[in-house]
């Protein structure tokens, strides 16, 4: 079942947690979500935190829609947006566990290890760039869907990378 727009309404940090164990769907290939971080609108490291801009305008609008950036001018990062309009906070999808079209994400990646295991390397191996930013999640080709799986045991720690509000155990895995 393709996660529905409420889902993306709860509180972001409930929503980082219960990503995990879903599948990350665009086209044939297919990866459980392994890991996720968590940015809210007054933590200092959210891209939000400061206003909109054209950057992360798309953090601004509708729950449920991708919100895809470019970083240190070579990688591709993900997010799916949460709360109502106007509330700017995400869940940066971290990491997935390959399991459909996986020959495909090879190709991608140029590798057969570490796939997926990493927001850049997740992009590359799916092919997300900048042209899925604003698109619907709720609907379509690129989705997240629930196929009943659950981990046993939810991980959470320090986000990766993070500077400011390093301190926030909003970073969740399994």
């Not at 769907?25 to 890991?35: A, M, N, P, S, V």
């Not at 009943?148 to 909003?170: E, M, N």
């Amino acid at each position: 079942m393709i996660l529905k727009r409420e889902f993306y309404l709860q509180p972001t940090l409930k929503v980082a947690r219960e990503l995990l164990g879903k599948k990350l769907c665009y086209g044939d290939l297919e990866g459980r979500i392994t890991e996720t971080e968590a940015y809210l609108k007054d933590d200092r490291a959210c891209h939000a935190s400061r206003g909109m801009t054209e950057r992360n305008s798309v953090m601004f609008g509708p729950p449920g829609h991708a919100y895809v950036y470019f970083t240190y001018g070579m990688h591709h990062c993900m997010n799916v947006v949460t709360q109502p309009e106007s509330v700017a906070e995400a869940v940066l999808i971290r990491a997935v566990e390959p399991l459909n079209g996986v020959e495909e994400m090879i190709r991608n990646r140029g590798r057969e290890k570490n796939i997926a295991d990493g927001p850049g390397k997740l992009c590359q191996a799916f092919g997300i760039d900048k042209r899925l930013n604003g698109i619907d999640m709720t609907r379509g080709k690129f989705v997240v869907r629930d196929d009943g799986f659950r981990p046993k045991k939810i991980d959470k720690g320090r986000r990766i990378g993070i500077k400011l509000d390093a301190d926030k155990l909003w970073r969740f895995y399994f």
